[in-house]
């Protein structure tokens, strides 16, 4: 079993960055491909970026191509969002998850039912 803690929120200007982390408890953080995913007030919970067990496969969702990039430090069990230029509309709740995968599978995961474990999430407020 996996248990992610999510940290780094908080409230920023328009165009400004913040850097989310999301460590993993656990000896098998590398056996995991991890996501990235955000919900708004009101709204479902948005896949927003991707990332491989290696590392060596990513994906954004396009509202954040260009912008937000998805990293991770197997040996510190993290993964990390460092999002920049930031907009009012990235305002949300932003949660990490894992998915069990195999070596072999680079496929990154956008569905939130394909996630095992989800952190409890990080807020992230964008003013204007």
């Known amino acids: 079993q996996v248990q992610l803690a999510e940290s780094g929120g908080g409230l920023v200007q328009a165009g400004g960055s913040l850097r989310l982390s999301c460590a993993a408890s656990?000896?098998?953080?590398?056996?995991?491909?991890m996501g990235w995913f955000r919900q708004g007030s009101g709204k479902e919970r948005e896949f927003v970026a991707g990332?491989?067990?290696?590392?060596?496969?990513?994906h954004y969702a396009d509202s954040v191509k260009g912008r937000f990039s998805i990293f991770r430090d197997n040996p510190k069990n993290t993964v990390y969002l460092q999002m920049n230029s930031l907009k009012p509309e990235d305002t949300a709740v932003y949660y990490c998850?894992?998915?069990?995968?195999?070596?072999?599978?680079?496929?990154?995961?956008?569905?939130?039912?394909?996630?095992?474990?989800w952190g409890q999430g990080t807020q992230v407020t964008v003013s204007s």
């Open positions: 990332i491989s067990r290696s590392g060596g496969s990513t």
């Open positions: 998850a894992a998915a069990l995968t195999t070596a072999q599978d680079v496929i990154i995961r956008t569905r939130t039912h394909l996630y095992n474990y």
């Open positions: 656990g000896r098998t953080f590398s056996s995991y491909a």
